[in-house]
């Protein structure tokens, strides 16, 4: 064997260790996500919710709802209304659909990211986790 043929071999071989640990991992994480979905005793009916919340929109809304300043990547400075009190109480949920589908005053449009599922999930998720506790005047 010449040296070229075995670095090709060698490479060869790599290739296939690397694409064996892949398609395990692929295997392994597609058999917990299929457990989870099937997993109806979920202790947070949120889950998804509050995934897509910290991944979409924490970074203006804030951890727990409570919104304030915030500065954008492009160097933007928006603020942003809390959750938990003010109008955002007296807007129903038709309201915050527009708005997250839309956009606007700063907010992007979020229509082509999300389905109108996750948008109510959502909503149900900032009723309940940074409304319920507040009395709705
Ligand atoms: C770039 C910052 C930003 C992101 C990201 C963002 N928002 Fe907003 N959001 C705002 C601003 C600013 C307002 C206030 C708009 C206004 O004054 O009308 C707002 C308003 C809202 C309102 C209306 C509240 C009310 O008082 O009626 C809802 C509901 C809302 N956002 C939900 C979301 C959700 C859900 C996400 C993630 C999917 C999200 N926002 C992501 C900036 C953002």
Redesign the pocket.
């Known amino acids: 064997m010449t040296k070229r043929q075995s670095v090709i071999v060698a490479a060869g071989l790599l290739l296939a260790i690397v694409t064996a640990c892949k398609t395990n991992q692929t295997s392994s994480s597609q058999a917990a996500n299929s457990n989870r979905s099937s997993g109806q005793s979920t202790p947070d009916q949120f889950a998804a919710a509050r995934s897509?919340?910290d991944k979409?929109?924490k970074?203006?809304?804030g951890q727990n709802g409570e919104g304030g300043p915030?500065k954008?990547e492009d160097g933007t400075k928006?603020k942003?209304?809390t959750?938990r009190e003010g109008?955002?109480l007296r807007?129903p949920d038709s309201?915050?659909l527009k708005?997250?589908t839309k956009g606007?005053?700063?907010?992007?449009a979020?229509e082509k990211k999300?389905t109108p599922e996750q948008m109510n999930d959502?909503i149900k998720f900032?009723r309940q986790e940074f409304q319920a506790r507040v009395a709705v005047k």
């Open positions: 897509t919340y979409e929109c970074s203006c809304h915030v954008l928006l942003v209304p959750f109008h955002a807007h309201d915050y708005q997250i606007g005053d700063g907010m992007p979020f999300l959502l900032i």
